[in-house]
């Protein structure tokens, strides 16, 4: 039975062309609101945000191996090696939660690291920024686009099947950029 629904193309099944910014929003909209600290959105890779991301004894018990700071240097996201000493590994990226902020320099290379980390036995991901629904959040969408082949708007029903999450207008029309390009590319 699962070999007859691999068989339909799923980017078809949904929408042929990628959802305006508008349409998108009435998704994001939809649904339950979670509003749990962190969420599990893909195997071994959580979302979260600032109160656990300063919580070393939380990431510990989660099992966390890898932390993606999407607020890298900005007001209590002041995240790095120091902190989380020598048994998690830490990169940054120090976005702005902001329509005009320019996020697409970040997608490729943060969705490379969470892929490199999950390739890693026994490896756990948290990206966070602030509240865990914007800045962190699309880096994951960006991650499942890339390296999961999901488009735009599955990649948003997934990680809402577990999370609440909302990225600003900008992020969503960089990830629609995303969603285009690597449509054309596959």
Same mark, same amino acid.
């Given at each position: 039975?699962? /070999?007859?629904?691999?068989?339909?193309?799923?980017?078809?099944?949904?929408?042929?062309?990628?959802?305006?910014?508008?349409? %998108?929003?009435?998704?994001?909209?939809?649904?339950?609101? !979670?509003?749990?600290?962190?969420?599990?959105?893909?195997?071994?890779?959580?979302?979260?945000?600032?109160?656990?991301?300063?919580?070393?004894?939380?990431?510990?018990? *989660?099992?966390?191996?890898?932390?993606?700071?999407?607020?890298?240097?900005?007001?209590? +996201?002041?995240?790095?090696?120091?902190?989380?000493?020598?048994?998690?590994? @830490? @990169?940054?990226?120090?976005?702005?939660?902001?329509?005009?902020?320019?996020?697409?320099?970040?997608?490729?290379? /943060?969705?490379?690291?969470?892929?490199?980390? *999950?390739?890693?036995?026994?490896?756990?991901? !948290?990206?966070? +920024?602030?509240?865990?629904?914007?800045? /962190?959040?699309?880096?994951?969408?960006?991650? %499942?686009?890339?390296?999961?082949? @999901?488009?735009? *708007?599955?990649?948003?029903?997934?990680?809402?099947?577990?999370?609440?999450? !909302?990225?600003?207008?900008? !992020?969503?029309?960089?990830?629609?950029? %995303?969603?285009?390009?690597?449509?054309?590319?596959?």
């Amino acid at each position: 039975m699962q /070999s007859t629904v691999s068989n339909v193309p799923e980017s078809n099944a949904v929408s042929p062309a990628t959802p305006s910014v508008k349409d %998108l929003v009435k998704v994001l909209f939809g649904g339950k609101r !979670f509003g749990n600290h962190v969420d599990e959105v893909w195997p071994n890779l959580f979302i979260g945000d600032m109160s656990v991301a300063n919580d070393r004894y939380s990431l510990w018990k *989660l099992g966390i191996t890898h932390v993606l700071n999407a607020a890298h240097g900005k007001m209590h +996201c002041q995240g790095s090696h120091d902190f989380y000493g020598s048994s998690v590994e @830490y @990169y940054g990226v120090p976005a702005d939660d902001s329509p005009s902020f320019d996020l697409s320099h970040y997608l490729f290379p /943060s969705a490379e690291y969470i892929q490199s980390a *999950l390739d890693t036995a026994g490896a756990r991901v !948290f990206v966070h +920024c602030a509240v865990g629904v914007s800045r /962190s959040a699309s880096l994951v969408l960006a991650y %499942l686009m890339i390296h999961q082949n @999901y488009t735009l *708007l599955e990649a948003i029903n997934k990680v809402k099947e577990h999370r609440w999450i !909302f990225p600003n207008t900008g !992020f969503l029309k960089q990830l629609r950029a %995303l969603d285009m390009k690597t449509r054309k590319s596959s």
